[in-house]
């Protein structure tokens, strides 16, 4: 209790463990200990347990319509916590820091950045009973480093779902088929679609393919956290 209200009162508190940090962000001995997903599957960003990151099975047996992802994290404590607060408690500093660590480490790779940030739309009914677009959010976290623009008209959810975390992957696969359109503004475009959490992959997937068909030229996915 006394850490939730340091937290409120007091913007240098770290944003997970309260103690003292730089405003914003995470104090020194929480970052060390943050579960960075390093190793993982290069399609997908499935975390991987060997030393050389290869193609995970999955990508290898079904590839997806996305080019390739980054994650930085695993979905793991604490950042499944900070992710939900950002989620269903409207703390927008969560976004702004986890954006920031997706901006880094975009632009610390040596491929070229994307022209346009699509943050994963939630349904028109999510959308009203929450207020916000916790992609959105994220997005917006980014694009302050980065100043990539970011487009948030061009791909609408068209059938709502419900919440994917904790569901079977074949029903989670038949909920989300054709969930999206998107519009003409993507064709020839290098984007990168924007989302807290990627579970299977199956939700980003098939936005992925509404893109491509829509000519989208390069699609990656960027996440806060991917769950292993
Ligand atoms: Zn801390
Ligand atoms: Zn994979």
């Not at 939730?4 to 997970?16: F, T």
């Not at 200990?33 to 190793?39: D, H, S």
């Not at 068209?158 to 975390?165: E, L, M, N, S």
Request: charged content about 25%; proline content about 7%; glycine content about 6%.
């Amino acid at each position: 209790m006394i850490d939730l209200l340091r937290r409120w009162i007091i913007p240098s508190a770290c944003l997970i463990c309260a103690g003292e940090a730089a405003p914003g962000t995470v104090c020194a001995g929480c970052r060390a200990g943050l579960p960075w997903n390093r190793i993982a599957c290069p399609v997908c960003a499935l975390p991987l347990r060997s030393a050389d990151a290869h193609v995970c099975a999955h990508c290898a047996a079904d590839p997806p319509h996305f080019d390739t992802t980054l994650a930085a994290f695993r979905y793991e404590a604490p950042i499944a916590q900070a992710i939900a607060g950002l989620k269903y408690h409207a703390q927008f500093r969560q976004s702004r820091w986890l954006g920031a660590e997706l901006a880094q480490l975009a632009a610390n790779r040596p491929t070229p950045l994307p022209d346009l940030l699509i943050p994963v739309p939630l349904h028109p009914s999510r959308l009203r009973s929450r207020g916000y677009n916790q992609a959105l959010e994220l997005a917006r976290g980014i694009t302050r480093r980065l100043a990539i623009e970011i487009d948030w008209k061009s791909a609408v959810r068209v059938r709502a779902t419900a919440d994917q975390i904790g569901k079977q992957a074949r029903e989670r696969r038949r909920e989300v088929r054709k969930a999206f359109a998107v519009g003409p503004k993507v064709a020839g475009r290098h984007v990168a679609l924007i989302d807290d959490v990627m579970t299977t992959g199956s939700t980003v997937d098939d936005l992925a393919r509404a893109a491509r068909d829509a000519g989208a030229a390069r699609i990656e996915v960027w996440v806060a956290a991917r769950v292993p």
